[in-house]
C-alpha cells in the first residue's frame, strides 16, 4: 500500500526511537528503483527514508 502526503501511519522499526508510534506522513520520494520512502513527523521529532514495509495505515475512527 503506497502513502501519500497526510496519511497517519505507524512505524514499525525496532531500531527507531519512534517504533510503534502514530504519525503523519510529511514527504514522500521516489528511489530511482521505483520504491518510496517516506519521511514520517512524530510528536516529538521526525524520521527520513523510511521504506513503505516499515509503515502501518491508522485506521479512521469515522
Known sequence: MAFEKEDRVILHD???DYDGEE???TQVMD???GD???TV?????QE??????S???VE???
Open 14 to 16: 525496532e531500531h527507531s
Open 23 to 25: 504519525g503523519e506522513v
Open 31 to 33: 528511489t530511482m528503483f
Open 36 to 38: 518510496s520512502t517516506y
Open 41 to 45: 513527523s512524530f510528536e516529538d521529532g
Open 48 to 53: 527520513t527514508g523510511i521504506p513503505e514495509d
Open 55 to 57: 509503515l502501518e495505515a
Open 60 to 62: 479512521d475512527e469515522e
